[in-house]
């Protein structure tokens, strides 16, 4: 504290210090903390004042993927920990405790705070204790939050990060929304999907070899009922860390192009019309986009395999009235034959069918299509059981008048490519199954790939008494293109 008070006079005699700085501190409040994606409202104040934060560490076994639990460290119970939004000059009282049930001590290092270890070392609290410490927030910015205890890396690995903005006096240009997404890795034991509690794996993270990287905590933490969501005309901000603790992020999303990127959580605008943006291990990054066209745009690590093999993917749905002139859908499917001469033209044709009797032979051999119906039914299960089970239960038998039967079920089984529009965009709405009324809703299958599909309904078209063909691939792609 006085530390800071001096540095300040010093500072203010030298160089001429931002009239926000100048201004006197007024009054106090309890600073409004949100979970994940939620930010807290823009600041209204027009002076600084004492802002009270009170952060709670509890160590809490949460979801991490379907079927898969992880021991969080989590600053406020959520992963990342609760966004704080402070204005420049504000003093912070910052309380920091360690709920009795911790089996570890905690702190914290806020990028925010200028004075040593970013509060590291006046914030060391053991199980059941309680440490204040207090800051003035000098510079603007979207600044990480993190733990410092040794062992560093594996307080950070295990989910201790989070988000603190600091406004520059007269704040951000307004936007319609803002979301927080943190982006993290974890390293657990077992393989992706591995299924059970996992412990954390100091080989992997040695090796920065992640097991997951995920948006806020959880593979599909930010998915179908759980997706960003707009409206056509609308600005989006969001508020982007990565919380480490080894990879760099390349933010992007899928289908939007930000209009304002603050690089590196910084105030000055520095980049317009960007695609993909940077956002460092222990940096953040605050992107402004407007959407103006319908549908689902899909936030990843343009790193893709962590995207689409490691879980760090979300979605941003936007509703509202398509515009055809700024994206028409798909307007034409036709063959292309590229330059081809005529008489290549022809061959190529030739061969093209040839190669289709080739694979029309080998389906119709009645013991390679039985071998690869085989392997594509124990693919499917690994799928059934992370993704279906749940809810059709791991017997296949559903449960009365909520989650109808697949094992033995007329409906599935009497329709093969309307079983692929279930899974690709879910069911509602009254259903008959075996003479059994159900009216719930099952989830559109957002994140499976084409073969997932394939498998998983070939799985559940023979299993459990059922016997029926095998799912394609292409069955799954054609059904998925017809509606676009
Ligand atoms: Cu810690």
């Given at each position: 504290?006085?530390?800071v008070?001096?540095g300040?006079?010093?500072?203010g005699?030298?160089v ?17 903390l ?19 934060v009170?952060l709670e560490?509890?160590e ?26 402070v ?25 925010a ?8 070392t ?11 410490f ?29 988000l ?7 704040g ?10 943190l ?69 992007h ?45 899909i936030l990843?690590?343009?790193s ?35 330059e ?5 033209m022809?061959?190529?044709q030739k ?5 289709q ?11 390679i299509?039985r ?27 559903g ?10 079920a ?28 159900y ?46």
């Amino acid at each position: 504290m006085l530390w800071v008070g001096v540095g300040l006079l010093v500072l203010g005699m030298l160089v001429p210090v931002p009239r926000s700085m100048a201004q006197e501190v007024r009054g106090q409040e309890e600073a409004v903390l949100t979970d994940p994606p939620a930010v807290p409202p823009p600041i209204q104040r027009d002076y600084p004042t004492k802002v009270v934060v009170h952060l709670e560490v509890r160590e809490l076994v949460q979801h991490l993927a379907d079927g898969v639990e992880y021991t969080f460290w989590t600053f406020g119970g959520t992963v990342p920990g609760k966004f704080i939004r402070v204005r420049q000059g504000d003093q912070v009282e910052f309380h920091l405790n360690n709920h009795p049930s911790s089996k570890m001590p905690h702190n914290i290092d806020l990028h925010a705070v200028t004075g040593p270890g970013g509060g590291a070392t006046s914030s060391f609290t053991a199980p059941g204790h309680s440490s204040q410490f207090s800051f003035t927030a000098l510079n603007p910015g979207l600044y990480v939050y993190h733990c410092a205890t040794a062992p560093v890396g594996m307080h950070v690995a295990n989910g201790m990060y989070g988000l603190i903005l600091v406004e520059p006096p007269g704040g951000l240009p307004r936007v319609d929304r803002e979301y927080y997404v943190l982006q993290s890795e974890l390293y657990t034991r077992g393989r992706y999907g591995e299924e059970g509690l996992q412990p954390f794996d100091l080989e992997k993270a040695l090796d920065e070899r992640p097991t997951y990287v995920v948006f806020n905590g959880a593979v599909g933490a930010l998915v179908g009922d759980k997706a960003l969501t707009a409206k056509v005309g609308e600005t989006i901000r969001l508020f982007v860390g990565n919380g480490g603790p080894n990879l760099l992020s390349s933010f992007h999303v899928i289908g939007e192009i930000f209009d304002a990127v603050y690089s590196e959580g910084g105030t000055a605008l520095v980049q317009r019309n960007v695609q993909t943006t940077l956002v460092p291990a222990g940096g953040s990054a605050i992107v402004d986009f407007r959407v103006e066209v319908p549908g689902t745009y899909i936030l990843v690590d343009h790193s893709l395999l962590r995207a689409f093999n490691k879980g760090a993917l979300g979605m941003l749905k936007v509703e509202g009235p398509e515009n055809r002139l700024l994206y028409s859908g798909k307007e034409v499917d036709e063959t292309y034959l590229g330059e081809q001469a005529p008489a290549g033209m022809q061959a190529a044709q030739k061969i093209a069918a040839l190669e289709q009797q080739v694979q029309q032979t080998i389906k119709q051999t009645p013991a390679i299509a039985r071998l690869s119906k085989e392997i594509q039914v124990e693919k499917g299960k690994r799928v059934y059981m992370q993704h279906c089970s749940m809810c059709h239960q791991a017997d296949g038998k559903g449960l009365p008048t909520v989650f109808p039967p697949l094992a033995q079920a007329d409906y599935l089984m009497a329709d093969k490519i309307r079983s692929v529009g279930v899974v690709l965009r879910g069911l509602s709405g009254s259903v008959a199954v075996n003479g059994q009324a159900y009216n719930g809703v099952m989830p559109p299958q957002l994140v499976l790939s084409n073969d997932q599909i394939a498998d998983v309904l070939t799985f559940v078209r023979n299993t459990w008494g059922n016997a029926g063909e095998a799912v394609t691939a292409d069955e799954v792609r054609s059904v998925r293109e017809e509606r676009q």
